[in-house]
């Protein structure tokens, strides 16, 4: 993007006595048709296409890809790869239309941005009558979920690293409870997270992804070490068991708040969405890599597949424990991004417009961003066995943030302008909230009551 063909717009947010904000308002003096909303985007800390690559690998290859090979112990190696497509391109189909509606949405009102909840809000506004009602709690409900989601992901990722680092310190030094460790992580975290910008975050993100790449190649080395023979293993298991494998797949792969948050801060946001952008090249090195490891770590390990492909490989092995040192530190630095989400919401939007005194915006978030990692950890301390909820979490809150709420935006956004031939759009995005509903339903019951027979 040249320099000089950035213009800066204002964006007005008109905001109420009590000092909400009640959205974008539209300028008129200008053609939505002419206006661009990318090249009038101003962002104060903006990335690179390259800085938002190593950001998009990072936030879509969390603590989720561990436990394929237990996902797929769900689902048979070819139910298991068939699904994982499926559910890899559904979900990469409806961050394509979000963040298209997102775009729409901003030509109309003419202002540079909207966040997904401010853009269901105005989508529910112009969508059909009997949903318009909808529209006052949009805001809040989709900033609920994003805000509680990415806070449930930093919850399960402080468990994780400290049940990484309590497996080397119990070999080499002392057997610690796991709630220790945790201690021990609050001034890591507290450093972490006080970084507030993604540009900062992003040479974290790149040194995470070649520590992620080695991680890999030792893993793999390890299935790959005297594999038995396919036939031992389940093509097809029962279809009772899907909705844990939905779930569990569902949040291995969707970070939509990280997504849009590394999409709002992009120097050229339009290269994100490209045919060959960010986006799609980004998800294909994803999903290629999630049914590798699904794949090939079920072939290996079967229905002994752990919640942790980690937990499988040989425990006393040097390169075994380098290989939980890498994944601590990456999913570390994941910490930081998704807590992103969480922090941009509530402080954002919720917390620092009833600050009058701007000097101290910086200290106030600061210590707000403490409290978060502090609430984290009492979280973890409090329910170590966490990991438990990664099928409920992705079977509740991504089946409705991932493919029920694009689904909704599209239909109210295309209603005024029409479906396409035969209504097609309308046709597909039904589809998707049957799928969506449907998934998340099942999924989320079966979830439950796992919960409820590891804790009888």
């Known amino acids: 993007m040249q320099t000089d063909t950035i213009k800066t717009v204002a964006i ?22 002419d206006y661009d909303p990318h090249l009038n985007r101003n962002v104060k800390n903006p990335t690179t296409n390259w800085q938002t690559f190593a950001h998009f690998l990072k936030a879509s290859v969390g603590t989720g890809v561990l436990a394929m090979p237990s996902a797929f112990s769900h689902a048979g190696y070819v139910n298991g790869t068939i699904l994982t497509l499926i559910i890899g391109l559904l979900a990469l189909y409806c961050l394509h239309i979000l963040i298209n509606c997102m775009y729409i949405l901003c030509k109309r009102q003419k202002v540079p941005y909207v ?74 975290l507290l450093l972490i997270y006080s970084i507030k910008n993604l540009q900062v975050l ?72 490209k045919p060959c952008g960010i986006m799609n090249w980004g998800m294909s090195i994803v999903l290629g890599l999630y049914v590798l490891l699904g794949f090939f770590g079920y072939w290996k390990y079967g229905d002994d597949a752990l919640g942790s492909i980690t937990l499988n490989i040989p425990q006393w092995d040097i390169p075994a424990q380098v290989v939980k040192i890498f994944f601590a530190i990456t999913t570390w630095i994941s910490y930081a991004l998704q807590g992103y989400v969480t922090a941009h919401i509530l402080w954002g939007k919720y917390v620092s417009t009833r600050i009058k005194n701007t000097k101290r915006h910086s200290l106030y978030e600061l210590i707000f961003r403490a409290i978060i990692v502090l609430l984290t950890f009492a979280c973890a301390v409090a329910i170590p066995d966490l990991s438990v909820f990664l099928s409920l979490v992705g079977s509740f809150c991504l089946s409705i943030l991932g ?46 009551l796992e919960i409820i027979a590891v804790y009888k």
């Not at 796991?178 to 201690?183: A, D, E, F, G, K």
């Not at 279809?239 to 050229?268: C, H, K, Q, R």
């Not at 909704?408 to 589809?431: D, T």
């Open 12 to 33: 007005i947010y008109p905001t109420t006595t009590n000092g909400e904000s009640t959205g974008p308002t539209k300028p008129s003096n200008v053609s939505s048709d």
């Open 202 to 273: 992003a040479p974290f993100s790149s040194a995470a992804n070649l520590l992620l790449l080695v991680g890999f190649g030792i893993i793999l080395y390890y299935i790959f070490e005297d594999l038995p023979p396919l036939s031992e293993r389940d093509a097809f298991v029962s279809y009772t068991e899907l909705p844990t494998f939905f779930g569990t797949v569902l949040f291995a792969l969707e970070a939509v708040g990280v997504i849009l948050a590394i999409e709002e801060n992009m120097a050229t946001p339009g290269d994100f969405v």
């Open 403 to 448: 493919l029920i709420f694009p689904a909704l935006l599209q239909i109210c956004v295309q209603y005024e302008h029409g479906y396409g031939p035969l209504r097609i759009k309308l046709i597909i995005n039904i589809l998707l909230l049957c799928f969506g509903v449907f998934g998340g339903v099942v999924g989320t019951y079966v979830s439950i």
């Open 115 to 188: 966040s997904f909840s401010e853009a269901m809000n105005l989508g529910l506004k112009q969508g059909p009558p009997w949903l318009r009602c909808l529209a006052p709690i949009a805001i809040p409900f989709v900033d609920g979920f994003l805000a509680f989601y990415h806070f449930g992901i930093c919850c399960v990722y402080v468990v994780f690293i400290a049940e990484s680092i309590k497996q080397l310190v119990d070999e080499y030094l002392v057997v610690w409870d796991v709630r220790l460790h945790m201690c021990l992580l609050i001034v890591p």
